[in-house]
Structure formats: structure tokens, C-alpha cells
């Protein structure tokens, strides 16, 4: 006979953690997000899957405005979660075995993670895109949290209001600042950075027994780049 499943709240684990970044409001008696052992998750009558959601019971406004809070939040977090998975388990494996695993490219894996290690966790705003991250992640840190700050601090609008700033705006400002007339700089940088990574990807899919060397090559050229940085 099945065991009982284990219900654990995201809420109590976190002891009241969630209530500031979910907006979970408990005094409401609206039910903190359930994560159930067997891979599902719930906010109140709505059931997760992974192709949509399901109803099990009686849906109360609450939950539904719940689970479109909670939505939101993922939605501009994904990439950080999985730019830290892939960090966080670099000593198990390498990126292009992260890709396969969860079905992303390696290039998306990339940059993920190349994002996620170079903004620090503490510095990053939440009601900021990633990409507006993705923008400063080549500065010091200082340069990162006041170009952050100045992007969400935005413009004052006719009303009083402030809009933040846009990812192109913010990146129109740094080039400003750092006189850049060519504003193609960046772009034909990641670019070339990206085709490099697909051929590397394509030479090592063609040559598996090559996979390791290849890796060690790149590691010790990264390390001497770094080397050379610190001169």
C-alpha cells in the first residue's frame, strides 16, 4: 500500500519568507504555496502539471489571484533559477551535460549561468528583467549596483510617477557614460562569443572522445585569461 505523501509548505520552511516575495497574504487564510513530494505543486484548488493547470475542488478568488502572483514570480525568475542550478553543480558535471538534461541549449545554459555568477544574489533587484541584469554583468560590482539602482529609480513621468528604465535604455546610458559612439560593440561581442560556443558544441558532438581535452583546453585558457587580469 502507498505511503502517506509528504506535504511540506513552502511558507513554513521559509517562516514567513514567502509572504514578502510572494505576497502571500496569511491573515486572509490564503494558502501558502504546497510543494507534494510526488512533484506536484498546488496553490490552493489549482494543481500544477507540467502541461497546464487542473482543478482539484472549489476555486475561491483567492486562489486564483495566488496562483497568478505566484506565475508572475516564476516567470521572471526562471533564469536565475536554472543560471544557479547550473553553478551550483559544476563540480558533478559540465553545461552541455546540464542542456541535455533539462532540454535547453548549451548557449542558453551559458549565459544563464555566466549571468547568475557574475550579479551577485545580494545586488540582484527583483523588479528588474534578467535582462537588465544581462546588461551590467561585464562591470564591478559598484558599477552594477548603480547602474541597477539608476535603472529602477527610472525616469519622473508628468503625474509624479517614475518608469524604470528600459533593457535598451539602460544600456544606451552605460554606453553614454563609457563613450561608446558604436553601439554594435557589445552585441558583435556576444555574438562572436556565441558562434565560438556552437562550434566548440559541434566539434566536440562530432569527436566525443575529444570532449575531455577540449574542456581541460578552455578551462586553462580560461584561467589564463584571468591570470592575465589580475596584471
Same mark, same amino acid.
Given at each position: 500500500?502507498?505511503?502517506?505523501?509528504?506535504?511540506?509548505?513552502?511558507?513554513?520552511? $521559509?517562516?514567513?519568507?514567502?509572504?514578502? =516575495?510572494?505576497? $502571500?497574504?496569511?491573515?486572509?487564510?490564503?494558502?501558502?504555496? =504546497?510543494?507534494?513530494?510526488?512533484?506536484?505543486? &498546488?496553490?490552493? !484548488?489549482?494543481?500544477? *502539471?507540467?502541461? #497546464?493547470?487542473?482543478?482539484?475542488?472549489?476555486?475561491?478568488?483567492?486562489?486564483?489571484?495566488? *496562483?497568478?502572483?505566484?506565475?508572475?514570480? +516564476?516567470?521572471?525568475?526562471?533564469?536565475?533559477?536554472? #543560471?544557479? /542550478?547550473?553553478?551550483?553543480?559544476? =563540480?558533478?558535471?559540465?553545461?552541455?551535460?546540464?542542456?541535455? !538534461?533539462?532540454?535547453?541549449?548549451? @548557449?542558453?545554459?551559458?549565459?544563464?549561468?555566466?549571468?547568475?555568477?557574475?550579479?551577485?544574489?545580494? +545586488? &540582484?533587484?527583483?523588479?528588474? *528583467? $534578467?535582462? %537588465? %541584469? @544581462?546588461?551590467?554583468?561585464?562591470?564591478?560590482?559598484?558599477? @552594477?549596483?548603480?547602474?541597477?539602482?539608476?535603472?529602477?529609480?527610472?525616469?519622473?513621468?508628468?503625474?509624479? *510617477? &517614475?518608469?524604470?528604465?528600459?533593457? =535598451?535604455?539602460?544600456?544606451?546610458?552605460?554606453?553614454?557614460?563609457?563613450?561608446?559612439?558604436?553601439?554594435?560593440?557589445?552585441?558583435?561581442?556576444?555574438? /562572436?562569443?556565441?558562434?565560438?560556443? !556552437?562550434?566548440? %558544441?559541434?566539434?566536440?558532438?562530432?569527436?566525443?572522445?575529444? &570532449?575531455?581535452?577540449?574542456?581541460?583546453?578552455?578551462?586553462? /585558457?580560461?584561467?589564463?585569461?584571468?591570470?592575465?587580469?589580475?596584471?
Amino acid at each position: 500500500m502507498a505511503g502517506k505523501r509528504d506535504t511540506t509548505k513552502i511558507q513554513d520552511l $521559509f517562516d514567513g519568507v514567502v509572504d514578502d =516575495d510572494l505576497n $502571500f497574504d496569511t491573515r486572509n487564510n490564503v494558502r501558502a504555496l =504546497d510543494v507534494i513530494a510526488a512533484q506536484e505543486i &498546488r496553490t490552493g !484548488a489549482f494543481l500544477w *502539471t507540467p502541461v #497546464g493547470l487542473q482543478i482539484e475542488g472549489e476555486i475561491t478568488r483567492d486562489d486564483w489571484e495566488e *496562483t497568478g502572483r505566484v506565475l508572475k514570480r +516564476i516567470e521572471g525568475s526562471l533564469q536565475w533559477l536554472i #543560471g544557479d /542550478w547550473v553553478n551550483y553543480g559544476l =563540480d558533478w558535471g559540465d553545461r552541455e551535460e546540464f542542456a541535455n !538534461a533539462i532540454g535547453f541549449s548549451v @548557449q542558453t545554459i551559458y549565459e544563464y549561468a555566466k549571468v547568475a555568477k557574475a550579479v551577485d544574489f545580494r +545586488i &540582484r533587484i527583483p523588479n528588474l *528583467t $534578467f535582462g %537588465h %541584469h @544581462q546588461v551590467v554583468k561585464s562591470h564591478s560590482i559598484e558599477d @552594477q549596483e548603480y547602474w541597477l539602482g539608476a535603472a529602477l529609480e527610472g525616469d519622473e513621468l508628468k503625474d509624479g *510617477t &517614475r518608469k524604470s528604465w528600459s533593457i =535598451d535604455r539602460l544600456r544606451k546610458e552605460i554606453q553614454k557614460v563609457e563613450g561608446r559612439s558604436d553601439t554594435k560593440k557589445q552585441s558583435t561581442l556576444d555574438e /562572436w562569443i556565441d558562434n565560438s560556443l !556552437a562550434l566548440i %558544441h559541434r566539434v566536440i558532438k562530432k569527436n566525443p572522445r575529444k &570532449r575531455n581535452a577540449i574542456i581541460l583546453m578552455l578551462r586553462e /585558457w580560461a584561467d589564463r585569461l584571468e591570470q592575465e587580469s589580475k596584471k
